[in-house]
C-alpha cells in the first residue's frame, strides 16, 4: 500500500493550506485514516484522525482550525488547515491503517513520505 502526500508549502501566519492524501495499491478496507507532524527537533505526533465512519478526533493544538476528511470512494484523506500559526511548522505525514484482504493478518499500516508546511512571515 503507498500514499502520496501533497499540499504542503509556505503560508504566511493566519493563512490557510489543504493537504491531501492519496492511497493505492492491494486494499480492502481502510479503516483509521490521519495526519502526524513533526517539527525540527522534536517528535512526531498526532495531529488529526478520522474512522471510517467519518468521526473526527484532533489535537487539542488545533482543534478549531484544522478540519480532517475522508473520500472513502478514492480512499482519500485530506486536512484543511485554516489559521496557521508559526508553531504549526512541520512536515506533516498521513497514515492509513486498514486491511489489503479479508484476512485479518492482511493488516497494514502504511505512511506517506510526508510533505512540509513552513508558517512564516
Known amino acids: 500500500v503507498q500514499l502520496q502526500a501533497s499540499g504542503g508549502g509556505l503560508v504566511q501566519p493566519g493563512g490557510s493550506l489543504r493537504l491531501s492524501c492519496a492511497t493505492s495499491?492491494?486494499?480492502?478496507?481502510?479503516?483509521?485514516m490521519g495526519w502526524h507532524r513533526q517539527a525540527p527537533g522534536k517528535q512526531r505526533e498526532s495531529v488529526a484522525v478520522v474512522t471510517y465512519g467519518g468521526i473526527p478526533n484532533y489535537a487539542e493544538s488545533v482543534r478549531g482550525r484544522f478540519t480532517i476528511s475522508r473520500d472513502n470512494a478514492k480512499n482519500t484523506v485530506y486536512l484543511q488547515m485554516d489559521g496557521l500559526k508559526p508553531e504549526d511548522t512541520a512536515v506533516y505525514y498521513c497514515n492509513v491503517q486498514g486491511h489489503r484482504t479479508r484476512a485479518l493478518s492482511s493488516w497494514f499500516n502504511s505512511w506517506g513520505q510526508g510533505t512540509l508546511v513552513t508558517v512564516s512571515s
Open positions: 495499491g492491494s486494499i480492502f478496507s481502510i479503516n483509521v
